[in-house]
């Protein structure tokens, strides 16, 4: 399953001449042995540990981390504020129930969900509670928010057998009061995305749905597969990309934006339960448990190289120039146009990542450490 060739470019740039170059990979001229380009260590730029272990993204806005913390056995948890360029705490507060789902920052404001049914809005620069929602009929929230205009829109999964609470919000932004809810079987567990007036989520039952942002009426429903991942869809331009799970196997689909149709669909291995990545002309999608990492193309979900990982993918890809860091057991940075493993971070426990901020992809364990990694 693993890709270990690298591409030609750097065959030559490793072999330092366009002689002895083959369609199996970079040939010593002298020896004719396939030369395999050494994984290097990441080394972080600082380390901080807190009580407690990380289940989710950490999240950066202007010069800040915002990531959730919680601890064993205890019913309050911590959403901790921290200084991007050392880990310093800035502020914390306390929240009622668990921090499954990265917090959504806009505006000057941080939105967190907890699996206690409630959602916080707290002011970005001190930490002071602006205002609080709660549902009482059950409902666990695992999906960030996502915000836009004045809604903050939130998906929420069922624990009761019927799904009746189970479905998508929309809040206030002023003061969190509820504007409309409309059910779905099942519930939403991956972030829903807004672009426009429609707001588009993935429920746990395998739909792919889009929803007028002003009352929740649907306007399409396509079917992803038996089974949707906790992940929300990633929408790049007219298209959107999302995953999910047949039995035991998994599949990445492309669907059309404004009429709901699939434009392809590729079948692959084992569970997608993380999210996916676009960059370029390449859809990046992650296998939860045995971690794989597919490269597939956007023209039409073809494979151009997939490797395997040690443990599971809890978060989704990210991509730089040259790189893709994916997180299992390790993090590891593959390259772009292979797939070949250049980097590696090594620690303990299951890993998270955040999008890159100037050069530093920042990441958190089930172990409560944070960690800034310098990108290449």
């Not at 970005?124 to 829109?153: C, H, I």
């Not at 569970?271 to 960059?279: K, L, M, Q, T, Y």
């Not at 890993?351 to 172990?367: D, F, P, Q, R, W």
Request: aromatic share 8%; with cysteine.
């Amino acid at each position: 399953m693993t890709n270990e060739q690298y591409s030609r470019r750097d065959c030559l740039l490793a072999a330092g001449t366009v002689a002895a170059v083959g369609s199996a990979g970079c040939t010593n001229a002298l020896s004719g042995a396939t030369q395999t380009p050494p994984i290097e260590s990441i080394e972080p730029d600082w380390t901080v540990d807190v009580a407690g272990y990380f289940e989710s993204d950490p999240v950066i806005a202007g010069d800040t981390l915002y990531v959730g913390a919680n601890e064993p056995d205890r019913p309050r948890n911590t959403l901790y504020a921290l200084d991007h360029t050392d880990g310093s705490e800035t502020w914390t507060a306390t929240v009622e129930g668990g921090l499954e789902a990265p917090p959504t920052v806009a505006d000057g404001v941080v939105y967190a969900v907890t699996n206690e049914n409630r959602v916080y809005a707290f002011d970005a620069s001190e930490g002071t509670e602006q205002w609080q929602f709660r549902r009482t009929a059950g409902d666990t929230l695992r999906a960030a928010p996502a915000v836009a205009g004045d809604t903050v829109y939130v998906g929420a999964l069922s624990t009761t057998t019927d799904g009746r609470v189970a479905g998508l919000y929309a809040l206030n932004r002023a003061d969190g009061s509820q504007q409309w809810m409309q059910k779905t079987r099942g519930g939403v567990g991956g972030a829903p995305v807004v672009v426009d007036d429609t707001i588009y989520s993935a429920t746990v039952d395998g739909w792919l749905t889009a929803r007028n942002t002003s009352d929740g009426t649907r306007q399409w429903r396509q079917i992803i597969a038996s089974d949707a991942t906790n992940a929300g869809p990633v929408v790049v331009g007219d298209t959107i990309y999302a995953g999910g799970v047949n039995g035991f196997d998994g599949a990445a689909v492309a669907i059309d934006r404004a009429s709901g149709d699939e434009l392809w669909r590729a079948e692959l291995e084992d569970w997608p339960g993380a999210s996916v990545a676009v960059a370029g002309e390449t859809v990046y999608v992650g296998i939860e448990e045995p971690a794989l990492v597919y490269a597939l193309r956007t023209s039409d979900g073809s494979t151009r190289w997939s490797h395997e990982l040690g443990g599971q993918i809890h978060s989704q890809p990210v991509v730089t120039e040259n790189h893709v860091y994916v997180a299992g057991d390790n993090v590891l940075a593959l390259d772009r146009d292979g797939g070949t493993p250049r980097l590696r971070l090594e620690s303990e426990g299951y890993h998270y990542l955040s999008t890159i901020a100037e050069g530093t992809l920042y990441v958190v364990n089930s172990e409560g450490r944070l960690q800034a990694l310098p990108t290449a």
